[in-house]
């Protein structure tokens, strides 16, 4: 197996001082001149300081997204700031078992992925076959292309809190790969036009009003009860957002490229809050079956955590920038629904959603309102960073709440609801992490513990994980079912 080192500077626009951690022990660089070129070095220098600062051209050094995730959103994630020699030593741990778990599973060669492992893995994981019938038709290509985003967001900075600071609040990530990767995907087979009879369809509300088109909503509706067995991609223009989404949602904000085309899911789940028209579109198959790629399990290890994301978000990104594929399409625009119902809980609450997608929800925060912040976003399942669990959290607030994300209608159906709830509410990680906020510590020691065990055998991993679970879990309250949810009936004078 391939090991890689890391390397943290102080200012990684200006690599100089840091610390490097090739075997476990961090010691202090002056630059990346100290780094061997024996081992492959993932530091945390971004994307574009990378490339101005010609390391692009150094063989041995990678950017601070190599694990798609840059490494300091990890180190702000897992409550490692302050300390960069500790910091490189925990993710050094932790993402070479990523990178274990990764090449048990298919030949990468880190030092042949120049870019990043997740696009090493699309090339892989990806078939020729699924974007070739995109290939000489231009139109169902924009279709496809215009329907896929990866993060949605809206927040200006006039509305920033003034002193808020944006923090990132995960989804555990073996439980939505698990979840992702278990969805019926589309086939790109039997490619068809969709003809609309009387030129475009108005659903949808917004602001109290309604579209008010019963021939309208029946012929979506028809395009609905085909959807288990067909993706559609549909041509539309948004007229009309609620006032009361629009802080934080509006179609093709936040993406690169205008978008006038979505799947089918994603317009159902925008007609709740939007008047939308459709003007045609494209359809073709859905497998009948999820395709039999590799189980992701629920797991309690970060660093599998790590390895899974990067592998479900291969198969759920393009193998190629010119060949855009209906899975990307079709899976993104799952993930931004579910999270998406994330974001409104927010922003009931009166926090400012800046962004959401790909696999997380960045939402900015004043010091006052943190620990409010974490309990809701444990109330969803969701992870909020480590270093904001400093004070004890009430067992009523984190105990995690379903029926958050359901609407109770045709899209949570389509999307496979129920089967991220599961994912959710099975997940080991997040009950640990649960378990330290109830009593205000700081989950990284636990965390690495936990990932640890992933170097043990069977039986001794086993042993070893339930000591750890009868130590840090036993007071995480049970999930809150609708019927609990709700079981206060008190007579307020009002109920006739």
Not at 30 to 41: F, K, M, P, R, Y
Not at 152 to 176: D, E, M, N, W, Y
């Amino acid at each position: 197996m391939s090991k890689i080192g890391i390397a943290l500077f102080a200012d990684p626009k200006k690599p100089t001082d840091g610390y490097a951690c090739e075997n476990g022990e961090s010691t202090e660089i002056s630059g990346t001149h100290e780094l061997s070129t024996d081992v492959l070095w993932v530091t945390n220098i971004r994307p574009y300081d990378f490339i101005q600062g010609g390391y692009g051209q150094l063989r041995h050094i990678r950017s601070s997204n190599f694990f798609r995730t840059d490494l300091g959103y990890l180190i702000r994630e897992w409550g490692l700031e302050g300390d960069l020699s500790e910091a490189a030593e925990y993710l050094h741990k932790i993402l070479n078992r990523a990178l274990h778990v990764i090449q048990d599973r298919n030949p990468v060669d880190p030092k042949d992925s120049r870019i990043g492992l997740r696009q090493s893995l699309s090339e892989i994981v990806v078939p020729d076959s699924i974007s070739e019938p995109l290939v000489d038709n231009l139109e169902i290509n924009n279709a496809v292309a215009q329907s896929i985003q990866y993060n949605q967001g809206r927040a200006s900075s006039s509305r920033i809190p003034a002193g808020a600071k944006i923090c990132s609040f995960v989804v555990p990530r073996s439980a939505l790969a698990n979840f992702l990767m278990s969805r019926r995907f589309p086939s790109s087979k039997s490619w068809q036009p969709i003809t609309i009879r009387s030129g475009v369809l108005r659903i949808g509300s917004a602001n109290g009003r309604s579209a008010n088109d019963s021939s309208s909503d029946e012929s979506f509706s028809k395009m609905l009860s085909m959807a288990e067995s067909k993706e559609f991609f549909l041509d539309i223009d948004v007229r009309e957002i609620d006032r009361r989404f629009a802080s934080h949602k509006s179609f093709g904000v936040g993406d690169r490229t205008s978008r006038h085309y979505a799947c089918v899911e994603e317009v159902a789940e925008m007609a709740h809050y939007s008047i939308i028209d459709i003007r045609g579109g494209w359809s073709c198959d859905k497998y009948q079956e999820a395709l039999p790629y590799p189980d992701m399990p629920d797991e309690f290890s970060a660093g599998r955590g790590i390895a899974n994301e990067i592998y479900s978000l291969g198969i759920a990104s393009n193998k190629d920038a010119n060949k855009p594929t209906p899975w990307t399409a079709y899976l993104r625009c799952v993930e931004r629904i579910i999270l998406g119902r994330a974001a409104d809980q927010f922003t009931r609450q009166g926090f400012v959603v800046g962004s959401y997608g790909t696999g997380r929800i960045n939402v900015f925060l004043r010091s006052a309102e943190k620990s409010k912040a974490a309990e809701l976003a444990l109330s969803l399942g969701l992870l909020p960073p480590y270093s904001l669990l400093t004070q004890p959290l009430s067992p009523g607030q984190v105990a995690f709440k379903p029926k958050l994300y359901y609407r109770d209608d045709i899209v949570d159906g389509l999307i496979g609801l129920t089967d991220f709830i599961d994912c959710l509410e099975s997940d080991w990680l997040r009950m640990f992490v649960a378990g330290a906020a109830l009593k205000g510590e700081n989950p990284s020691g636990v965390q690495l513990e936990l990932d640890a065990l992933l170097d043990l055998p069977e039986d001794r991993r086993l042993a070893s994980f339930e000591a750890l679970v009868i130590k840090h879990i036993q007071d995480v309250p049970e999930t809150v079912s609708p019927d609990t949810e709700d079981s206060d009936e008190s007579d307020d004078g009002l109920t006739f």
